[in-house]
């Protein structure tokens, strides 16, 4: 270890340090693989009839399949501590734990090779994640025949090999699976609340547009393919256009998508019913800093855009401009009982922008607001008192041991069951427990 932090900082001594850290961390990624296999098998139940028993009532931990047939159940309280201790969402440490359930108790060749250091956490995960729908016959059988080799395959190879051995063990089952997969996978995301403000070096005051949204979908290959046809027509026509004569095939590109929309929108998109395209334009009280820069902050993207953008949406063909009360984010607003007003839920979803438990990404505005002391217990529904927790996490605080209180307005500070300590700010989360130990750093 003393050689690893200490290099002799020549070639040979630095690619030692590379290859050795390599093996370091691979190593450590199998063992959080095998601790997440141990610590399912400590909350997990073998049947549906014993995880019923421990559903005392509609608040109770649920025992959840993670994994494929056969496999236990896992409990969902313990899931949520696991996936805040891996720094992670409470869904991605689902899966996480989820994969290391099918790897110990359907891929036991597979997993054999995790335990005596053969194989690569990500490969073994990888085939947890395409078995995990398939009957217990079919993943046996697969595991027998990737196992020996999967040390040498690649993700495509693995999805391929897999695949395939199902197909010739059971063609009915892998049939069904694939179509279930296919239809799954489609989904759609689009960003717009998470975009960092960044002003490039010579713009003009007022001129730079920083607000932006991110698109990432997987579609049905006919539907992608209805997409490509008509975002290629429109980036062409854009051509002859004077805002993007001179625009680049990729803005071109991204601008075709904003006129389909606007089509639907404004009802003009052949065949399909359209509604008013909505603008909503949200001060803030506490952004006076930007008066004099000729920029705003958009609430829809949480980046700044400069108002004569603002004014070209605005006057776009089909737009409702709607007005939007100015909600002071430093008010300590107060309702009258126990239920929040519409309001206080637009101020708690300006200050927070998300759930506010470790690592969660729901929506601010979609979550439940907490009163962070109980309204029973005399607590009172004000601004100061009230945080935005998805229903799941509000279930952890209230039921399972989970405590935190208020540093700031959006920020906090969270306890585990097991003692763990997070802060949660607008920026993200921050692991602050005492036992961590502190960082490792090669030497200058």
Not at 272 to 282: D, I, M, Q
């Amino acid at each position: 270890m003393e050689a690893l932090l200490d290099p002799d900082g020549t070639t040979s001594g630095l690619l030692a340090v590379v290859r050795t850290s390599r093996a370091v961390a691979e190593q450590a990624d199998r063992d959080v693989l095998i601790a997440a296999a141990r610590f399912a098998a400590l909350h997990s139940v073998d049947t549906p009839e014993d995880a019923a028993r421990l559903d005392g009532d509609s608040f109770g931990d649920r025992m959840l399949p993670l994994a494929g047939p056969g496999a236990p159940l896992v409990s969902e309280a313990a899931a949520v501590e696991f996936a805040a201790v891996l720094g992670r969402s409470t869904q991605a440490g689902k899966r996480f734990l989820g994969d290391a359930v099918e790897l110990r108790y359907r891929l036991k060749h597979v997993w054999a090779r995790i335990l005596d250091g053969s194989l690569l956490a990500w490969r073994a995960r990888r085939i947890a994640d395409l078995t995990r729908g398939l009957d217990a016959e079919v993943v046996a059988w697969v595991d027998q025949q990737v196992g020996p080799h999967a040390h040498q395959m690649g993700p495509v190879q693995l999805e391929r090999a897999i695949t395939q051995a199902a197909a010739m063990f059971e063609p009915d089952v892998a049939a069904a699976v694939a179509e279930t997969d296919a239809v799954q996978r489609r989904s759609v995301t689009i960003t717009t609340n998470e975009t960092f403000p960044f002003v490039g070096t010579g713009a003009e005051q007022g001129q730079a547009v920083l607000a932006l949204g991110h698109v990432d979908g997987v579609l049905d290959a006919a539907d992608a393919l209805d997409l490509e046809q008509a975002v290629s027509a429109i980036a062409h026509g854009l051509l002859d256009h004077d805002d993007y004569a001179g625009a680049s095939l990729d803005v071109r590109r991204a601008a075709a998508l904003g006129i389909l929309g606007r089509a639907y929108n404004s009802g003009s998109l052949d065949g399909v019913p359209g509604v008013a395209r909505v603008v909503e334009l949200v001060i803030h009280t506490d952004t006076r800093a930007l008066a004099d820069t000729g920029l705003a902050q958009l609430d829809n993207t949480r980046g700044l855009v400069s108002i004569e953008r603002l004014e070209q949406w605005a006057a776009t063909p089909g737009t409702v401009v709607k007005p939007v009360i100015v909600v002071d984010l430093a008010e300590d607003i107060e309702a009258a009982g126990y239920v929040p007003t519409a309001r206080q839920r637009r101020q708690a979803a300006l200050i927070h922008e998300k759930c506010s438990f470790p690592y969660c990404q729901a929506r601010a505005e979609r979550c439940d607001l907490d009163h962070r002391h109980p309204y029973a217990a005399g607590g009172r529904t004000t601004s100061q008192n009230l945080t935005p927790l998805c229903r799941r996490h509000h279930r952890m605080k209230t039921h399972h041991g989970w405590r935190y209180h208020r540093i700031r307005a959006g920020t906090y500070r969270w306890h585990s069951p097991h003692g763990y300590e997070y802060v949660v700010s607008p920026i993200g989360t921050i692991d602050v427990s005492n036992d961590l130990d502190p960082p490792l750093t090669l030497v200058a």
